[in-house]
């Protein structure tokens, strides 16, 4: 009698791979095989969902692209700095957006014209076009003070020199007499008018520069008066005025010298109504 199937090797069933089905009321249950084998496969990422994610890379980078480049409004009828800032999401609201477009809207940025063209995002152009118009000013102030220090320089180099005064002129007659013998008074100091001169020599010798009187007490003394003020010899010499001639019948000598014994005497020439 053939022995019993005792030592017979069961078959195994390989569940490895295989799908169990039950049913339970026509209903199908697709249950996993717990016997899988240790090999993990690794994560899934189809090909159709990298595609998906470079096209918004892309976008995402164009409109970042779009966003740094300053963007054009044309102010329209009833809007404002602050309506416009808020629909550009302006960092720094109405105040950074005027500050970029002060030129465009004027000093008061509470009034903005349509029309007119704001620059978003202008700030950087407006700061670099500030800084460059503050250096072409410190530019233009440092050569004007190198041309200032340069004629400066010329200046104390080589100053002008004054155009020598022309040397006074007088006519040889009483007038011209007169006038001389005032100046040379005014360098000395010493007081007198043309009226007074004038008066007392008309007086004295009407005007005659070698008049001499040979007659009176001077002249019996042996000092005659002389010249247009008559003055005698000893007075003449004692009020001799330096750079005259010591002639006493020379006009201008004869003035001064009796002009100086006059101040000397009377306070003036012309306190002197008379014989003196």
Not at 5 to 27: E, M, N
Not at 67 to 73: E, L, N, T
Not at 151 to 173: K, W
Request: include cysteine; hydrophobic fraction near 40%.
């Amino acid at each position: 009698m053939p022995a019993q199937g005792k030592h017979r090797r069961p078959k195994s069933v390989s569940l490895s791979r295989g799908i169990a089905a039950v049913t339970t009321g026509g209903a199908v249950l697709a249950l996993p095989v717990l016997g899988a084998t240790t090999a993990s496969a690794a994560p899934a990422h189809s090909v159709a969902a990298e595609k998906a994610v470079a096209p918004v890379s892309v976008t995402a980078q164009v409109n970042s692209v779009t966003k740094a480049a300053p963007a054009k409004h044309s102010v329209v009828s009833g809007e404002t700095l602050s309506k416009i800032a808020r629909e550009y999401s302006v960092s720094g609201g109405w105040k950074k957006l005027y500050e970029g477009n002060r030129k465009a809207v004027g000093e008061n940025p509470n009034l903005i014209h349509p029309g007119i063209t704001l620059t978003i995002g202008a700030k950087a152009a407006a700061s670099s076009e500030a800084k460059a118009g503050k250096a072409s000013t410190a530019s233009a102030e440092r050569t004007a003070t190198a041309e200032r220090a340069d004629r400066s320089e010329r200046t104390t180099a080589a100053p002008a020199a004054a155009p020598a005064a022309a040397p006074a002129t007088y006519t040889d007659d009483l007038d011209g007499w007169i006038r001389e013998s005032l100046a040379v008074m005014a360098q000395h100091g010493i007081p007198g008018s043309y009226e007074g001169i004038h008066r007392n020599i008309i007086r004295e010798s009407s005007g005659n520069p070698n008049a001499i009187n040979n007659w009176d007490s001077n002249a019996v003394k042996g000092t005659p008066s002389k010249g247009l003020l008559q003055v005698i010899d000893p007075t003449f010499q004692a009020y001799h005025v330096p750079g005259t001639s010591t002639d006493s019948y020379d006009p201008v000598a004869n003035i001064t010298a009796a002009c100086n014994y006059a101040a000397d005497r009377y306070g003036s020439i012309d306190n002197v109504f008379g014989a003196y």
